[in-house]
């Protein structure tokens, strides 16, 4: 398998947030002997990994942020000396910032990635991505893709990115992608106004930057199995959700994982921690569309996944569900993980999380995000 080298960096709407809860549960150790084996995940080493794990060659973690100190919305916000310190650990040597295109390559091509390959990706067009964000990452060579979503900035709102600076970004080098023109609510959408917020907003991004977007993401992180076939009609090979977890080899290609970042789950303890993740080798998971309210979707749903490739311990995979925490329900069969909820979801987003140590401190995590609407 042909690695990637590691590329010079170029010069370069609402978040739906994890509830409390959940990544108060879901970045700490879960209960059982993983907790006491497991080391600082700033260990570099992975013999342990590589003795036994699952084949981690194309894994990548891709973080997703918003706004830039703009401390009147802290679910979207994240402060700027948070940022900085964000910065600061991705400018270590150990790990491979790379820009988003290079990865959506990589996992094209069967391609391997360098070791701690992440991304930096920003939803929305907020004026402070221009303001404060590039600079920053500018100036430490961090490349970044930002998802734009069009009408705002057509109609020329408060707040928003004009298409003057967003054509200062792509020329600067910053990765411009397909956010869908209003960023409604897609899976509550037509399949005619939901193709055509895809496309449009394709059309325009090509107006006004000369060139036709490669990169797509969902907006809130929220789409159905048809919304993913819509994107794959329209030309893109991979698209990306608003869920937790680190992207590998078995990764569904129309919703990869972003980690989000913001005030709350800002600090720079949670921020190592994910941006050291590894892929949770979980395939053939059900239901495998996010859309609770598709034809035949059951709620609660009967969620399982298999593991693809053993992991190295087993017994300690945690799971937990974004509204009530660690999920008691849990039964392994081989390598099938079963999942039972005692209540429906409730409308609007449910994620559910999965994670297990590996020997060198670092964590698998595999998520999921289900939407009802209301």
Not at 106 to 125: F, H, N, S
Not at 141 to 166: A, H
Not at 197 to 210: D, K, Q, V, Y
């Amino acid at each position: 398998m042909k690695t990637i080298a590691t590329r010079g960096a170029p010069s370069w709407r609402a978040l739906s947030v994890l509830p409390l809860i959940l990544l108060a549960l879901a970045i700490g150790m879960p209960a059982g002997g993983g907790a006491a084996r497991a080391q600082s995940a700033a260990d570099g080493s992975e013999a342990g990994a590589r003795g036994g794990g699952p084949d981690d060659s194309q894994a990548a973690v891709v973080l997703i942020y918003h706004r830039f100190g703009e401390t009147a919305f802290p679910t979207t916000n994240i402060r700027l000396d948070q940022f900085e310190a964000h910065i600061e650990e991705l400018s270590k040597p150990r790990y491979n910032v790379v820009p988003l295109s290079t990865v959506v390559s990589a996992l094209a091509k069967g391609e391997a990635l360098p070791p701690r390959t992440v991304a930096i990706t920003i939803d929305d067009a907020y004026a402070s991505i221009y303001t404060e964000a590039w600079p920053r990452l500018k100036a430490a060579g961090l490349p970044f893709t930002v998802f734009v979503s069009t009408d705002p900035v057509d109609r020329g709102l408060g707040g928003i990115m004009s298409w003057e600076q967003i054509r200062d970004l792509h020329a600067g080098g910053v990765e411009i992608g397909n956010h869908t023109v209003a960023h409604a609510h897609m899976p509550t959408l037509s399949p005619v106004r939901a193709r055509r917020e895809i496309t449009r907003a394709a059309e325009r991004l090509e107006e006004e930057l000369g060139a036709a977007p490669t990169l797509f993401a969902f907006p809130y992180g929220e789409a159905s199995g048809q919304l993913m076939e819509m994107v794959a009609e329209a030309g893109y090979s991979h698209a990306f959700g608003q869920h937790s977890g680190a992207i590998g080899r078995h990764t569904p290609r129309y919703y990869l994982p972003r980690f989000p970042v913001n005030e709350s789950f800002g600090g720079i303890d949670r921020f190592v921690r994910i941006v050291n993740a590894l892929p949770f080798p979980a395939s053939d998971v059900t239901p495998d569309d996010p859309d609770l309210g598709a034809p035949g979707a059951e709620n609660p749903p009967t969620f399982g996944f298999t593991l693809a490739e053993p992991v190295e311990w087993p017994k300690d995979i945690a799971c937990y569900h974004s509204a009530t925490g660690r999920v008691e329900r849990m039964e392994q069969l081989g390598p099938r993980v079963e999942l039972r909820f005692d209540q429906p979801f409730a409308a609007g987003r449910t994620r559910i999380n999965c994670t297990v140590p590996t020997p060198t401190g670092r964590w698998r995590w595999f998520g999921m995000q289900y939407y009802l609407a209301e």
